[in-house]
Structures are given as structure tokens and as C-alpha cells.
């Protein structure tokens, strides 16, 4: 299971993608939904078998019980259906990693015209005194 997790590269997974694709189709069988929903149910729910209030165990915990329940989903779903919701989760994951890139581009342009401004107003302040 985490030799299959690490050899997944990028920010967005695609086979994950794919999984959220293949839920939202009518022809995926009701046992992958229904362990999806599972899964969903389990990362936020606040009873877990480690709390998330322990740091960094907590939050393992759900990470590691979320990718093998997703994992086990995987195995319900036909193959032909994941091949095309494979290829329409690349096409996707292209658009999201493009739409990240260009957020984080508008978060440091604004991050760094807010220092400019801040240190404006200290200078501005500071020249009244």
C-alpha cells in the first residue's frame, strides 16, 4: 500500500481524481460508492482510533486509512470505467495544477503589495513622531 503512495507523483493525484470521477457516474458499482462514502465519513469524523488532537499521528491515521479505504474502492469499480475516468482525470489534473500555479502567482503578488503598503504606513506613522 505505501510503495503504491509514493510512487504517485504530483500535487494532485490523478488515480484519486479518477475515483472522484468515477463516483459521480451512474454505471459505478454502489459497493465503491458506498466504501467512499465510508471513507469520506471516516477523515471527518472527530472519533478516530487515533485522535487528530495528537499531532502528526492523528492526521497520519486518516491518511493512511483514507488512501487503503480509496484503494479497496478501486477494486469495485470495473476497469473500463476507470481507464476513461484515468484519461479524463489527466486532462483534469492539468487544469487544477495550472489553476494552483496561477493562485499561488496571485497569493505572492498580493502578499508582497500588502508589505509594501504595510511598510508605507510604518513610515508614513513613524515620520508623524
Not at 30 to 36: H, P, Q, R
Not at 59 to 82: K, N, R
Request: aromatic share 14%.
Amino acid at each position: 500500500m505505501l510503495k503504491h503512495a509514493v510512487k504517485k507523483k504530483g500535487y494532485v493525484n490523478e488515480d484519486t481524481l479518477a475515483m472522484i470521477l468515477a463516483y459521480t457516474r451512474n454505471d459505478t458499482p454502489f459497493t465503491a460508492k458506498l466504501i467512499g462514502i465510508a471513507t469520506l465519513v471516516y477523515i471527518f469524523m472527530p472519533v478516530d482510533i487515533i485522535p487528530d488532537v495528537i499531532p502528526l499521528a492523528g492526521w497520519l491515521d486518516d491518511i493512511l486509512i483514507g488512501y487503503q479505504l480509496t484503494y479497496w474502492a478501486q477494486s469495485f469499480v470495473p476497469e473500463p470505467i476507470m481507464e476513461e475516468c484515468r484519461a479524463e482525470a489527466k486532462v483534469k489534473a492539468r487544469q487544477i495544477r495550472n489553476w494552483l500555479i496561477a493562485l499561488a502567482i496571485v497569493f505572492i503578488v498580493f502578499a508582497i503589495s500588502m508589505m509594501f503598503v504595510l511598510w508605507k504606513l510604518v513610515e508614513w506613522l513613524f515620520g508623524l513622531f
